[in-house]
């Protein structure tokens, strides 16, 4: 089995990669970068530097740390075509766009972006480095396209700090999470095709972010806090009646008063609907849904906003009784067992997260700057995409039916490293088996 995965490899990973490799402008590079991402998918149980060159190329740590930390090549190449390969596998409008972001812990405080911050793969705040992430997914299958590093404000505003952790000047300004994810969301949108877009209440609480996603003309699934505030989808607004005496009134006024999503919600008959059959049987909660409109509109006091966008409010309520509550604008004609199916897609980001660190180490690099992060961080979702397009495509007698399942069948023999005569680097795949 070793020796047909070794074959396997060779046959199947450089054709995979050749539109990537072209992008590489010196042979160095067009040498390392397939041979990291060969590591990355190996069995190795640690993959930083040197383990990882240990099992492509041993005794050459130096040459290719130096290609992670200090190479000037740049990402946006790779991570577009590793869009369109992802929206030749998903793309279309059954497909969704996730929204979120992922947490790397680490000890110290040198790591770029590292500071004391909530991490939700924890459950608190812990010291760690925040990546927001944007990935593509359909029928519960993800292929992450984006991982973008958050800087805490303690590093914007200190600028020798940023300067020794090589923050290029037009990344080292201080930006939110959403604005980050819009960002992203921009440079991906014209290489993917998708219907609806779904983030967590770290994001859809932010009326901002809800409202760039509507002026983009996308539909969206986002979580919300119980506490939001919403008026009935009736509900006029009018202007205010002119007084007899003292300063006219500056805001119109509503034909009704504000409620929160909780209180519209408790009103609302709660059904149980099953959202999709698991592996133990089918998932399923209670759910109630409303059409209102959002109070984000027209700020007229603090705290206080005339109506916005007409939305769907989804409240659920799980074992044990814990309630969630989300928000969306899909049309008013839409089931409330489609409104559970689509925000529900959201999970699969969360198996994207852990396949990044468990199956290609996201998280067991050790180095310190920017470009070191940017570059680990790109090649491993390569080497995800390239697990995840064997596993859709289940070519040459490939079959995993998972990603742990399909890097075990490939990584049961490596290529053996092959040195090239003039540049003295090692192939990554030699010509023949």
Known sequence: MGHQASLRWRRLFPTWFAPFLSTFHHQAQRCWAPLYIQGLCSTAHRKSIVPLAERVAPGRADPL?????????????????????????????????????????????????????????????????????????????PIPLALRLFLPSEWTEDPARMQRAGVPPAYAVSQTKWALALEELDRIRKDVD???????????????????????????????????KVYQEDVRVTPAPQLARGRPPKYPVTSEERQTVEQVLSDVPWQKIV?????????????????????????????????????????????????????????????????????????????????????????HFEGRSWRGLCHHAALCLLALGFLQWLRLTQPDEVFGATVPAIREELAGALPRPVVCPRCRVVAAHPAGP
């Not at 590793?82 to 766009?97: D, E, H, M, W």
């Open 65 to 141: 740390q130096h290609f992670i930390t200090d190479s000037p090549w740049t990402i946006d190449p790779l991570l577009r075509l590793l869009a369109q390969q992802a929206n030749t596998l998903l793309g279309g409008k059954q497909a969704v766009l996730i929204i979120d972001d992922t947490c790397l812990t680490k000890f110290g405080r040198h790591s770029v972006g590292v500071a004391r911050q909530y991490s939700g793969q924890v459950g608190k705040v812990t010291n760690c480095q925040c990546l927001v992430s944007l990935t593509l997914a359909k029928d519960e299958l």
């Open 194 to 228: 998708f219907g609806v877009v779904l983030a967590d209440a770290g994001y859809g609480n932010n009326a901002e972010f809800r409202k760039a996603l509507s002026r983009r003309g996308l539909l969206w699934s986002v979580g919300i806090v119980k506490t939001q």
């Open 275 to 363: 959202w999709r059959q698991g592996s133990k049987g089918p998932l399923h909660g209670r759910f109630a849904a409303a059409f209102v409109r959002i109070a984000d509109g027209m700020r007229t006091a603090p705290g206080a906003h005339l109506p916005g966008e007409e939305v769907w409010i989804l409240g659920e309520e799980r074992a044990g009784g814990e309630k969630k509550y989300y928000a969306c604008n899909l049309p008013p004609s839409t089931t409330l067992t489609t409104l559970v199916e689509i925000m529900k897609r959201r999970w699969a980001c969360e198996h994207a997260h852990r396949e990044l660190k468990q199956e290609v180490g996201l998280s």
